[in-house]
DNA sequence: GCAAAAGTGTTATCCCTACACCCATGA
DNA sequence: TCATGGGTGTAGGGATAACACTTTTGC
């Protein structure tokens, strides 16, 4: 095994993970609780360890971190601007998931000091280049909303239709024709009617639910 | 400047560059000069050195192997799966360009032996994984088809329409209609007449050329 | 009965697809 | 003149986008 006289590198995994709260995007932070950064907000996320694939990093730290466990997880890119973290010769791999319900509680485990959910419009500075990461995984989110069935991982088991189509207004930064959201679901007919109703204020809502039959995608 | 105590990893790059003969896709390969692998046929790629991005030493790697420049190239994926390389704790990030026509000599520089451009529909058994990171990129690339115009770079200069649709049938794997191909085209008017003509044994082709106006694209 | 959110169809336009024949040239 | 690849248009079906009113409930 020779890898001498090779330069090394620490390697770490950087987790965008996003989530819906009803009405806005929300995005998983940790304020650090050590240097470099220290007491800013970043992205979760931390050191691959010989033996793992960046994957596993991913999901341990964010375990690790903040409690949150995902199934699915999508890479992203990798970021390696020398000098992007201070300590040097550090190589991120960003990745992108979607989380059911802000719920799952953002406790903060050993490296992180606090961990919150804060709305994507409304971020505060981040440590390092994760503004840039963030920016990268909501576009890569938004392409992917109408060709794959993502999007529906922001929301809880059944759900309204009302509530679907705010989710996919946020991921898109724009708004939707209720009609028209409509027929496109009936088209793509990926919905299974519960025959539950959401009672609330005014007209009970039907709730719906993703049809597994069909849920491979991309 | 803390590290300490971080696993480290040796960072490398492979580069998976495709040419267009004007009849069959070819990918660029080398065959290695040392181990491991070593007589195999490999992606041209290399490691990272400290202070450049993970995009610099791409091109670098491809520039002391191959000879080959290249203007755009695109991160494809990180492969991190332990025991992926026999010399351990390996991580190495694949990227996508495209070249226009394969008269760029495939010279061997020094890490290789040999390069050579390979027919994609007939490629040789790959060291590594280099296999699934080839099956990954022509996915991509087939992807990008439509919505961007990248596949353009796989063509020389100007060229004639049918050029241009051999090249998306072999990107696509599929056969494309002419005159539909033709009305996309002129439907997307990303192409300007050159006013010249290829002569052949038969009747003359008119020869295009890209739009730079709009070539930003995606 | 009133306020508020749920639910529901139609039309015009554009895009995609399938499909067959004439044209210009070199030999 | 013939063989060969270059070049051209249309019609039908499906998707998209714009648009407003009725229904059901809680208060």
Known sequence: MDLAGRQLFA?????????FDGDALRLLLVRRGKPPFRGEWALP???????????????????????????RLDQLSAFSTPGRDPRGNV??????ALVRASN????????????????VDAL????FDHADIVEMARRRLADALYTTTAAFDLLPDSFTLAEAQTAFERVSRAPIDKRNFRSWLHKESRLRETGLARRGQHRPAKLYRLDQDQEPAQ
Request: charged share 30%; aromatic share 6%; glycine share 8%.
């Open 91 to 96: 190589v991120s791999i960003a990745y992108l």
């Open 11 to 19: 390697l770490a995994t950087d987790l965008v993970i996003f989530a």
């Open 104 to 119: 799952v509680l953002a406790t903060a485990g050993s490296d992180a000091a606090e961990a919150a959910w804060r709305e």
């Open 124 to 127: 505060p500075k981040l440590a």
């Open 45 to 71: 996320g931390g050191f691959l360890e010989h033996g793992e694939t960046l994957e596993e990093c991913a999901r341990r730290e964010l375990r690790e971190e903040t409690g949150v466990e995902l199934r």
